[in-house]
């Protein structure tokens, strides 16, 4: 069986992902990343977009309601 990728959205903050996942921009262009486990931004004031770096919490991101 292949291995599942589960994406959990983190109230106010990123999507992590954990699991096998290559993650690339528009161009098709990868995005290192040596980890089990990443963190996408959503609030869109990462310095290191795509990935997270905690900027959410200093720009107050508050995250839409949740799915129901």
Do not use: W, Y
Not at 4 to 16: A, E, M, Q, S, Y
Not at 54 to 64: D, E, I, R, V, Y
């Amino acid at each position: 069986m292949a291995e599942t990728t589960k994406i959990t959205t983190l109230d106010n903050g990123p999507f992590l992902v954990k699991g096998s996942v290559i993650v690339a921009d528009a161009e098709g262009n990868q995005f290192d990343s040596k980890s089990e486990t990443v963190a996408l931004c959503r609030c869109g004031g990462s310095g290191t977009r795509p990935f997270c770096d905690g900027s959410h919490t200093k720009l107050g991101f508050s995250s839409a309601e949740r799915a129901g």
